[in-house]
Each structure stands twice: as C-alpha cells, then as structure tokens.
C-alpha cells in the first residue's frame, strides 16, 4: 500500500503535503484583480485559498502578465498580456496551463474594441476551466497564434484546401 493511504481511503496526514496557496496581492481597481468577475473598484487585498496547481507534463504553460499603464491597448479590461511566444501557436482549442488557474482551454473573442488600428496585432482569448466557467481574459500577440478562422476542428485556411 503506498504511503500516506490508508484502507477505506482515510489519509495519513503524518506524511501529506504541507498546503501550499498563493501569497496575497495589493489591488487598485477592479480591472487589476486577479479575480476575473471583480467589481471591487477601490483598494482592496485578493486572498486567493485555492491549492497551487501543478503542471502536467505536455501542457505548454503561458507566462502572463499585466500590460504597462502608459501602454495599454485595453484600457480599464481585466486582460492579461502573454508575456513570450509559447511552445506552441495560440488558438481556440489550444490546453495551455497558467500558474494561477491550471489547465484552461482557449476560445477566441471577437472583440470590436480590438478592432481598432492600434489592436489589431492582438488576439483575445478566454480562458475557460474543464467545468465551463471563464476564469481570465489573455492577449496574445496575433503572430503567436493560428492563422484563419475556426470553424469547429477545421480552421479556414484548411477548408480552402480539402
């Protein structure tokens, strides 16, 4: 029997693994929390309780982070920027892992605000957990991710050429 198990799945707490969770982050407005529905819009403290997830093997890990104020492009969005190209081209669909909410599965948004000419080298993404809630908004460079709109398991670009 393994250790730390015990019969009739008790847990042997003697040898099980200290919890270990996220330290607590200062916040100024909403569209700074870390917390993706925040409507707090002054000065408070993100307690985040959940365990720390750990990467599975093969799942590319996004590193985020927030946009510089003076620089933007989303102003007043809780929208976190990918912050290097990742292993793997970006696109809806795509498993990747984040450190704060584990593996979450990319769907692209349409979004008209990032439309604009000094957005349109970006690409918005949601990150929706296994269960089906949204628990962040990423922007990645447009360079980064998969070319041609999706329908479905085909992109365009795949469509043209079947």
């Known amino acids: 029997m393994p250790l730390g198990i015990l019969p009739a799945g008790r847990i042997d707490y003697r040898s099980a693994k200290p919890f270990l969770r996220f330290s607590d982050i200062e916040v100024h407005r909403s569209y700074q929390c870390p917390n993706f529905r925040c409507d707090v819009d002054t000065h408070h403290m993100f307690q985040d309780f959940t365990p720390v997830p750990v990467q599975?093997?093969?799942v590319p890990q996004l590193l985020l982070r927030r946009f510089?104020?003076?620089?933007?492009?989303?102003?007043?969005?809780?929208?976190?920027?990918?912050?290097?190209q990742p292993p793997c081209a970006l696109g809806d669909g795509t498993k990747v892992f984040l450190v704060?909410?584990?593996?979450?599965?990319l769907k692209g948004v349409e979004d008209e605000a990032a439309m604009e000419k000094e957005k349109v080298d970006w690409k918005v993404f949601r990150c929706v957990k296994e269960s089906g809630v949204v628990v962040a908004e990423v922007v990645a460079k447009e360079k980064w991710c998969k070319k041609g709109k999706?329908?479905?398991?085909?992109?365009?670009?795949?469509?043209?050429?079947?």
């Open 56 to 58: 599975p093997p093969r």
């Open 68 to 84: 510089p104020t003076n620089i933007n492009p989303f102003p007043k969005t809780n929208r976190w920027e990918v912050m290097q």
């Open 100 to 105: 704060r909410y584990g593996v979450v599965t």
């Open 150 to 162: 999706s329908y479905g398991k085909f992109r365009f670009i795949d469509l043209i050429f079947l």
